[in-house]
């Protein structure tokens, strides 16, 4: 196994919606951000901790990433991951405790290799647990390819041994509170590995297949400059109107319902081609780059203190509480919690019209005209 995977688990997703995309992201280089620079971090961390726990020997990993935050982060990983380590042990005579276990699939495609973060397996079951330290959005563990890829290859490893019925997954996501678990039967996870995984991947790795655009797009190289995804927008904004005058009530839900996909997807192409202007020089016809609004600043503020001094002017300086973040970073989460939990409120969140599948539950407003009536 060399060190980079042509079809790499945790962008499956995207190979199995999206087959051509792998040779199309080809073409773009490898860029890491600093996001998956702290996560590297943070799960070096984590794998020192699980297994100083399991008594295997592990160096402490350094680095500038470690803020409190990230480290609470990911001791809350550990936590779940130590509890579920107490309860194999306590159901299972001889229960088998893989820490960043190599995992390869190539049964199933060429060149197919990842990492599994942790893997516990006891009698009849693989529990594979994933952390993701991302905060954006929420990752389920339901029909998550990348886990289910990594549940292959640890079959394959452990079927020798265990009388494997069932492969559980879950994923950890600490900053944004999500655990989410499913698991699977064996047979039901090989027959998607022959039905879906090996097709799929066979074509992702010749590039063939069709190019579809969806929510795995969102972190594909060729995301900017895809066709096929500005087709599917393009198609949306394509919307045919017909008489009378005023849009009906489903002719208003039909423009909600892409209005939000089109204005981040236009968003993104807008940042693209102005980083493009801006840092290569790329001139784009009837475009020009131009300076925006600035606030005044000074220069040199001891020198700003000492002339308003000179001038009379000494009540110049104003305090300012830290915000809530910076100190919940400043005294960790468990002392904030303490120290200030009760003198933190949430105030009501502002009130937005989302799409029903959204996970936020629905609140119960009363229209201002019905408030009104009740009075
Ligand atoms: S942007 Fe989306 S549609 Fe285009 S290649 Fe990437 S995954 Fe496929």
């Given at each position: ?5 042509r ?5 499956a997703?995207?190979r ?9 992201e ?47 982060a990911?001791d ?29 699939a ?6 197919c290799f990842?990492t599994?973060d ?49 492969v ?10 999500n ?6 039967t ?16 066979a ?21 900017n ?19 009378p ?7 208003i ?30 001139v784009?016809?009837g ?46 989460k ?14 009501q ?7 029903e ?19």
């Amino acid at each position: 196994m060399g060190g980079h995977a042509r079809f790499s688990p945790s962008v499956a997703n995207r190979r199995i919606n999206c087959p051509p995309s792998l040779v199309l992201e080809e073409n773009f280089e490898d860029v890491e951000s600093q996001y998956a620079a702290e996560g590297s971090a943070g799960h070096a961390l984590a794998e020192y901790l699980i297994k100083r726990y399991l008594k295997k020997s592990s160096e402490r990993p350094e680095s500038d990433y470690y803020t409190n935050e990230l480290i609470e982060a990911v001791d809350e990983y550990v936590s779940y991951v130590i509890g579920d380590i107490e309860k194999a042990k306590q159901i299972c005579m001889n229960p088998m405790f893989l820490v960043e276990q190599r995992v390869d699939a190539s049964d199933f495609v060429e060149d197919c290799f990842g990492t599994a973060d942790m893997v516990v397996i006891t009698d009849k079951v693989i529990h594979i647990i994933d952390l993701k330290l991302g905060r954006g959005v929420p990752i389920y563990a339901e029909e998550n390819p990348q886990l289910m890829i990594y549940g292959l290859g640890i079959l394959r490893m452990a079927d020798f041994i265990y009388d494997i019925e069932i492969v559980k997954f879950t994923i950890f996501q600490p900053r944004l509170n999500n655990l989410s678990t499913w698991e699977i039967t064996t047979d039901a996870l090989k027959t998607w590995g022959e039905d879906v995984l090996k097709p799929r991947g066979a074509m992702a790795l010749m590039g063939t297949g069709e190019f579809k655009s969806g929510k795995w797009c969102r972190f594909c190289k060729a995301r900017n400059q895809c066709r096929a995804r500005a087709e599917e927008f393009l198609s949306l904004a394509k919307m045919e109107f017909r008489e009378p005058a005023l849009l009906s009530d489903e002719e208003i839900i039909e423009v909600l319902k892409v209005s939000d996909e089109l204005s981040k997807w236009a968003s993104e192409i807008y940042s693209f081609a102005q980083d493009q202007a801006i840092v290569h020089g790329r001139v784009w016809n009837g475009f020009k780059l131009v300076e925006g609004r600035s606030n005044r600043k000074y220069t040199n503020e001891d020198e700003v203190v000492e002339a308003a001094n000179a001038a009379g002017y000494t009540d110049i300086y104003k305090q300012t509480l830290v915000t809530i973040t910076e100190m919940e970073r400043l005294m960790g989460k468990k002392e904030f919690a303490k120290v200030l939990g009760h003198l933190v409120y949430k105030p009501q969140g502002k009130i937005s019209l989302v799409p029903e599948s959204d996970k936020r539950e629905a609140i119960k407003k009363n229209t201002a005209v019905a408030e009104f009536q009740e009075v």
